[in-house]
C-alpha cells in the first residue's frame, strides 16, 4: 500500500549538482520521518541525511555542507539538493520512511520502515 519512488540521479562531473526528490504514495496519513541512505560498491549502506515531519534535519559529516535535505509533508516527498559533488559521492541513493501510517478500508495501520528501489549517482572525476 505504500511505496516510495526515487528519481533525479544520474551522471555528473564532479563540482556539479544533483537534485534526488523521492515520493511516497498511497493513502497515507503521516510520515514520522524520510531520510537518505547510499551505498557504494563494496561498501555498507550508510545514512546521508534524515528529517523530521517538523523538519528537524541531521547530516552525515560526509554530507555536510554541501548537501541540504528538506520535505514536503503536503506531497509526502523528501529531497536532497546535493552540491559540489565528489568522486567518492558515487552511489546507490535510497530513500526511507520511518514511522508511516496509512489507511486500508477503515483501518489505520503504521509501518516502521519503507525503502525505494534506489537512483544512481555517478561522479565523474
Known amino acids: 500500500q505504500v511505496q516510495l519512488v526515487e528519481s533525479g540521479g544520474g551522471l555528473v562531473q564532479a563540482g556539479g549538482s544533483l537534485r534526488l526528490s523521492c515520493a511516497a504514495s498511497?493513502?497515507?496519513?503521516?510520515?514520522?520521518?524520510m531520510g537518505w541512505y547510499r551505498q557504494a560498491p563494496g561498501k555498507q549502506r550508510e545514512l546521508v541525511a534524515d528529517?523530521?515531519?517538523?523538519?528537524?534535519?541531521h547530516y552525515a559529516d560526509s554530507g555536510k555542507g554541501r548537501f541540504t535535505i528538506s520535505r514536503d509533508n503536503a506531497k509526502n516527498t523528501v529531497y536532497l539538493q546535493m552540491n559540489s559533488l565528489e568522486p567518492e559521492d558515487t552511489a546507490v541513493y535510497y530513500c526511507?520512511?520511518?514511522?508511516?501510517?496509512?489507511?486500508?478500508?477503515?483501518?489505520?495501520?503504521?509501518?516502521?520502515?519503507?525503502w525505494g528501489q534506489g537512483t544512481q549517482v555517478t561522479v565523474s572525476s
Open positions: 498511497g493513502s497515507i496519513f503521516s510520515i514520522n520521518a
Open positions: 526511507n520512511a520511518e514511522g508511516v501510517t496509512y489507511k486500508r478500508g477503515s483501518y489505520y495501520f503504521t509501518g516502521s520502515d519503507y
Open positions: 528529517i523530521t515531519r517538523g523538519g528537524t534535519t
